[in-house]
């Protein structure tokens, strides 16, 4: 039972490039979270998916978009990055009570 | 619009000296109060929740409790190894979306 998973871990992309963050759990949970940290301002939520087929905005969505593949994977995506989305990506799953997180993907925008 | 402040932003300890980590949230319909523990370079570690003011969780040296504005966690004789970064964070209203606040970096020393 891997949990949380999510690729790649670190990643360098030059202004205007385009990537995509993948990530999966295998719990089985129909809520899943993208997620970004950024020092003294806490982890904002990006998009969320409540469920397969259906995905809505958190606090800051502008600049990437989000696929729910399947009840177990949810991938993010930056069309043209920019220096300011260097950041900590972090996804997360939610059972009924509690939200368990991804080990992280370190992306740096030059 | 729901808000967690925590404090202190950082604090040092001496290892077996106690102390208190504090979470002031503002939530419309609290429906769970989460800690989570976050080691440097990796994602949060979920800790405990609470649903109602009075109640107390413990797991090894910390415990957690809530009122109707705040919730604390308290460390007893911690160790070096209780070092780490501890984010607090609060759901209300519909859905499994939670609000963090920043966290309190603890450090703990010899």
């Known amino acids: 039972n891997a949990g949380v998973t999510q690729t790649p871990k670190f990643q360098v992309l030059k202004t205007g490039q385009s990537m995509t963050l993948q990530c999966a759990q295998d719990?089985?949970?129909?809520?899943m979270y993208w997620y970004r940290q950024d020092p003294g301002m806490g982890l904002r939520l990006i998009y969320y998916s409540a469920s397969e087929g259906t995905t809505d905005k958190g606090e800051v969505p502008n600049g990437y978009n989000v696929s729910r593949l399947n009840k177990r994977e949810f991938s993010l995506r930056l069309e043209s990055a920019a220096p300011s989305q260097t950041s900590v990506y972090f996804c997360a799953s939610n059972n009924q009570e509690t939200q368990y997180f991804g080990p992280g993907t370190r992306l740096l925008v030059l | 619009e729901d808000q967690v402040t925590q404090s202190p932003e950082a604090l040092r300890l001496q290892e077996g000296e106690s102390s208190s980590l504090n979470c002031s949230y503002t939530?419309?319909?609290?429906?769970?109060l989460f800690w989570y523990r976050q080691d440097p370079g990796k994602g949060p570690e979920f800790l405990f929740t609470l649903y109602s003011a009075g109640e107390e969780k413990e797991k090894e040296r910390l415990k957690a409790t809530l009122t109707k504005k705040e919730s604390f966690l308290h460390i007893t004789a911690p160790k070096p190894e209780d070092s780490a970064t501890y984010l607090c964070?609060?759901?209300?209203?519909?859905?499994?979306?939670?609000?963090f606040g920043t966290g309190t970096q603890l450090k703990v020393e010899l």
């Open positions: 964070a609060s759901k209300g209203g519909g859905g499994n979306k939670l609000t």
């Open positions: 939530v419309s319909g609290l429906r769970g």
């Open positions: 719990m089985n949970h129909n809520s």
